[in-house]
Nanobody
Framework: QVQLVESGGGLVQAEGSLRLSCASS????????MGWFRQAPGKEREFVGA????????YYADSVKGRFAISRDNTKNTIFLQMNSLKPEDTAVYYC?????????????????WGQGTQVTVSS
């Protein structure tokens, strides 16, 4: 069983920045593709970005490309989501997830392990 714990969410004004972290209990953390997803009220969970277990990528949703950056530190079993130029429409609960897929799937069904989520609220 892999446990994932997100942190770093909060309230920020538009055009501000936040950095989310996701710490993993996985023994072989480097063997997992790690993704970030978000879910706004009344909406489906959507892909934000992912970094492959081989270190390839990261890959991003068009809506965050150029503003968000994902990185991973395999020595600390942690991934990060740096969010810049935040917009009110980025408001959501953000989740990190782990997959054994070789690639960087965008579908939530490909991710087996999920964190509890962290709230990000962007005010206008």
């Amino acid at each position: 069983q892999v446990q994932l714990v997100e942190s770093g969410g909060g309230l920020v004004q538009a055009e501000g920045s936040l950095r989310l972290s996701c710490a993993s209990s996985a023994r072989a953390f480097s063997g997992y593709t790690m993704g970030w997803f978000r879910q706004a009220p009344g909406k489906e969970r959507e892909f934000v970005g992912a970094v492959r277990r081989s270190g390839g990528g990261p890959y991003y949703a068009d809506s965050v490309k150029g503003r968000f950056a994902i990185s991973r530190d395999n020595t600390k079993n942690t991934i990060f989501l740096q969010m810049n130029s935040l917009k009110p429409e980025d408001t959501a609960v953000y989740y990190c997830a782990a997959s054994t897929a070789i690639g960087a799937p965008r579908g939530a069904d490909h991710y087996r392990y999920w964190g509890q989520g962290t709230q990000v609220t962007v005010s206008s």
